[in-house]
């Protein structure tokens, strides 16, 4: 029995979301008024009570949420949050004081996670150990909006219509990182892993130590790609090739081969739309009129890296 | 084979850039009817990883009226204010510091950091608040690449020094695959390993940002009539 579980900050997150979606509905302005309240209103009701649903009806209410995004019935309005001279003027006035907040999430959440584990209520813990750190997370928001709106001296309203703004600059890329954990958990399921850790063992000579180390960390990223993360593919590609073939074949270091190969993954990361809460959320979250700039950005950055890992990898891992 | 028809599904999706959501759903139901699920099962079981995964948008759903209210009362003209003061801020440079502190951060396991948090509100306004200074304005094409190297720095710190001084996500998932796998490997190996490419990612951050630099100053040294000059974005 704990007091303080993370049901508590998903019903808050979706009292915010029905919040936004309320707001959305009494603008007549709006120019995709209740297609974009819908879909509001429905992700509060998948995130908020997700829990207590059936999971076939959260199902189907994530198979109406994504026809709403695919029949385009969902937008923002147009126009930024407020004119240039305003917006100078009121800087001006609070000056550094507005940072603050934004430094205070991370220090609750920092704090709490290293202290929460430990405070007890009588018998009971406050919050379950697995759970600390998001916990801590969560009450670092709320420690952060709750100086803000002191800060600005605005109210709850004000806070929601402006978190509003942002959620529908992101739109549907704000339920693709939960979709694409979805699909990684469906592929599991359906073995997709060990398929292609039996395509690149049947198609390369691995048995060369130097083909084995490329088709390990290219095998790494390959997958990483395809499914937009490297701890789903590390223990695929890790059974599948790395250890038959760098471990056990040519007595490779398993240290010096797990952590380059997860290295070698996250490369794949900076380069697939398939970890969109990295590479396509930003894009949106930044106004990027190109969803792929980032990923675009990033291709250079991996592809360095990953040569470098790659080379590390042959020269440390053979050497004992 | 037919198992893989749900990659090949996301890979013509993406291909045709049809909305990526759409392609993840499809992806996921045609993978499971082909593993013999049928449609009922396949959408409880993706209601069901759903529910599992509410964790992934919490923090930004929690954290967007922060950031917005903030917003509302100028902070990111704040943050381009304090950056004009500091001589000798550069795009670049902004982004450079700000992906070795990442990363510092990221080494002690500790998740400071963040697109909403931190990458929007505070490292974007000064990148363009600095290049703004020192440049003269910032067209929307500077901005469009400063804002997309902000992400880059995020991830590239985010992700590359995980966890070489206190062990909490990645190295500790090797280190159970491996006691699982009947491998001992010591955690502190694990740990150590990390740090050559640690240190290499700083290097190709100084390059890459340098290179970023060097890319705004050619574009502002064009003439006035081959681009469109603003001031800095509210």
Same mark, same amino acid.
């Given at each position: ?28 302005? #709006? ?11 429905? @992700? *509060?009701? %998948? ?54 907040? @934004?430094?205070?999430?991370? &220090? ?88 292609? %850790? #039996? @395509? ?11 083909? *084995? ?36 074949? #040519? ?23 398939? &970890? ?11 106004? @990027? ?13 991996? %592809? *360095? ?16 | ?15 045709? /850039?049809?909305?990526?959501? !759409? ?32 964790? !992934?948008? !919490? ?47 990221? =080494?002690? +396991? ?9 990458? /929007?509100?505070?490292?974007?306004? =000064?990148?363009? +608040? ?41 190295? !500790? ?14 955690? +502190?190996?694990?740990?150590?390993? +990390? ?40």
């Amino acid at each position: 029995m704990t007091l303080l579980t993370l049901d508590f900050f998903f019903v808050a997150g979706g009292c915010v979301l029905a919040a936004v979606g309320g707001l959305i509905a009494a603008d007549s302005a #709006h120019p995709k008024r209740w297609g974009s309240a819908a879909f509001w209103l429905l @992700l *509060a009701l %998948a995130i908020g009570a997700g829990k207590w649903l059936s999971p076939t009806l959260v199902g189907y209410l994530v198979l109406g949420l994504t026809a709403l995004i695919a029949t385009k019935r969902v937008g923002a309005p147009q126009g930024r949050g407020g004119d240039p001279v305003v917006l100078k003027e009121r800087a001006a006035r609070l000056g550094n004081r507005l940072i603050w907040p @934004l430094f205070l999430v991370p &220090a609750v959440a920092v704090v709490g996670g290293l202290t929460l584990e430990w405070v007890k209520v009588g018998d009971f813990l406050l919050v379950q150990p697995k759970q600390v750190a998001q916990v801590a997370l969560g009450l670092g928001c709320f420690a952060g909006i709750t100086l803000a709106m002191r800060t600005t001296g605005e109210g709850p309203r004000v806070a929601v219509q402006e978190g509003g703004r942002l959620l529908q600059l992101l739109g549907w890329a704000v339920l693709l990182p939960q979709m694409l954990a979805a699909l990684g958990g469906v592929m599991g399921k359906a073995g997709v892993g060990d398929e292609i %850790a #039996h @395509l690149v063992a049947a198609v390369l000579p691995v048995q060369i130590p130097a083909v *084995a180390v490329l088709a390990y960390c290219g095998g790494m990223a390959l997958f990483t790609i395809l499914l937009g993360n490297a701890f789903a593919a590390f223990p695929v590609m890790t059974l599948g090739v790395g250890l038959p073939f760098i471990v056990k074949a #040519h007595g490779g270091d398993p240290a010096v081969m797990g952590t380059l190969g997860m290295l070698s993954g996250y490369c794949g990361t900076l380069v697939t739309p398939m &970890a969109a809460n990295f590479n396509l959320v930003p894009a949106r979250l930044l106004e @990027l009129r190109d969803d792929f700039a980032v990923i675009k950005a990033q291709v250079p950055f991996a %592809a *360095a890296i990953w040569v470098f890992n790659v080379v590390v990898m042959y020269v440390c891992v053979f050497r004992r | 084979m037919i198992k893989l028809i749900g990659l090949a599904v996301v890979a013509v999706g993406f291909a045709f /850039r049809m909305n990526p959501l !759409l392609v993840v759903v499809v992806a996921g139901l045609v993978t499971g009817l082909v593993a013999g699920l049928s449609w009922h099962e396949v959408v409880t079981m993706m209601g069901q990883f759903f529910v599992d995964n509410r964790w !992934l948008t !919490l923090p930004v759903i929690l954290m967007v009226p922060v950031v917005g209210l903030l917003e509302r009362h100028g902070l990111q003209e704040r943050m381009a204010t304090l950056i004009r003061r500091a001589a000798g801020a550069t795009a670049g440079r902004v982004l450079w510091i700000y992906q070795i502190l990442r990363g510092l951060t990221s =080494m002690v +396991g500790m998740g400071i950091g963040g697109h909403a948090s931190m990458v /929007r509100p505070l490292i974007v306004p =000064m990148a363009e +608040g600095a290049t703004a200074t020192k440049l003269g304005g910032v067209t929307d094409q500077a901005r469009a690449q400063i804002r997309a190297h902000g992400a880059a720095a995020e991830n590239v710190g985010n992700f590359f020094s995980d966890d070489i001084v206190v062990a909490v996500g990645a190295v !500790l998932l090797i280190k159970a695959f491996f006691d699982n796998a009947g491998v001992e490997v010591p955690l +502190g190996e694990i740990k150590l390993w +990390g740090l050559p490419t640690a240190l290499c990612v700083i290097a190709i951050g100084w390059w890459r940002y340098r290179r970023l630099d060097a890319r705004l100053a050619r574009a502002a040294a064009k003439p006035a009539t081959e681009r469109e000059v603003k001031g800095p974005k509210p």
